[in-house]
């Protein structure tokens, strides 16, 4: 292919695009159906076993619709860390 010509590297370019489109589409769409829940679920729950002001209400966004895979991670970073915050029992 890296001799095909300027039409077979536009439609191999266009097939990759849709394909990670596609991907990224189905991540969202995975965290939206599946996981959005637990994920407030967890953070919430965490939350009630540490001060007030914990919370980073700018991920709020995050939580709620997952924009993409920066979202996805910014969540699992958020919940680490506040279940780290949490005293030991």
Do not use: C, W
Request: hydrophobic fraction near 25%; charged fraction near 40%; glycine fraction near 6%.
């Amino acid at each position: 292919m890296l001799n095909g010509t300027d039409e077979e590297k536009k439609e191999l370019k266009a097939t990759d695009s849709k394909n990670r489109q596609d991907r990224f589409q189905q991540y969202l769409s995975d965290y939206q159906r599946h996981y959005m829940r637990d994920a407030v679920s967890i953070r919430d729950e965490l939350l009630k076993k540490l001060p007030p002001g914990t919370r980073n209400d700018g991920l709020k966004t995050d939580y709620e619709k997952g924009f993409g895979t920066d979202s996805l991670d910014r969540v699992a970073d958020d919940l680490e860390r506040l279940a780290l915050l949490v005293p030991d029992n």
